[in-house]
């Protein structure tokens, strides 16, 4: 079955580093990719997203890239900021097989950055 | 716009009590999918709705119901509660099932006691 695997964290920077958050998938079809992000007491929000192979999203200062080939859709941002810190969500959608429009979502990673 | 509004924000509710929660999508909206948030098992997808017909539905017991209304807007209910019930629900609306972003609610966080 289609699933999605991120890296645990948190993942604790300073203000101004470099941020990856890895992610993986496996999904039998043909599946669009999604970031999402969480704040204390919110509900998601859409960070960017990828609908096929080689398509980069980007938002915000944000990227990521649809890797078929390493099924992989990695999230980047150059410098990050305080108001960063949140819990970010890679999730897939794959509407080829029964699974439809639901989305399919790793476990999260807690991002702290300090100034 | 304005995006999707979940009532109530939050609710106490007794073990054996049932419950419903509504949500309204964005306007123009047409497909409503809930999904329930907890520390142990993340996001979980409930089940998805479009023109009042569920398209698709989670791996939950039978006590988790929804419907959809001729506006689009929807709801859930949960019978014969239980302590694990207790979980942030989130409600998300798309312009149609076929693979457009989702754009979530604030969601409902539900305590059972």
């Known amino acids: 079955g289609n699933s999605v695997t991120q890296m645990e964290g948190p993942v604790t920077l300073s203000e101004e580093a470099f941020l990856t958050i890895n992610c993986t998938y496996t999904a039998t079809g043909y599946p669009s990719l999604f970031w999402y992000v969480q704040y204390p007491g919110e509900g998601l929000q859409l960070l960017l997203k990828a609908t096929k192979a080689d398509d980069k999203g980007s938002n915000k200062g944000f990227e990521a890239t649809y890797r078929k080939e390493t099924t992989s859709f990695h999230l980047e941002k150059g410098s990050v900021q305080v108001s960063d810190s949140a819990v970010y969500f890679c999730?897939?959608?794959?509407?080829?097989?029964?699974?439809?429009?639901?989305?399919?979502f790793g476990k999260g990673t807690t991002l702290s950055v300090s100034s | 716009k304005a995006g999707v509004t979940q009532t109530p924000r939050y609710l106490i509710k007794t073990r054996g009590q049932q419950v419903t929660l509504s949500c309204s999508p964005i306007s123009g909206h047409r497909s409503v999918s809930w999904y329930q948030q907890t520390p142990g098992q993340g996001l979980q997808f409930l089940f998805e709705y479009f023109s009042e017909t569920q398209r698709n539905k989670g791996n939950f017991p039978g006590r988790f119901s929804g419907r959809q209304f001729s506006n689009s807007r929807s709801e859930m209910n949960v019978s014969t509660l239980e302590l694990g019930d207790s979980a942030l629900y989130l409600c998300?609306?798309?312009?149609?099932?076929?693979?457009?972003?989702?754009?979530f609610g604030p969601g409902t966080r539900l305590t059972v006691t």
């Open positions: 998300a609306s798309s312009l149609t099932n076929w693979g457009y972003e989702q754009y």
């Open positions: 999730a897939l959608s794959d509407i080829s097989n029964q699974a439809g429009t639901a989305l399919i």
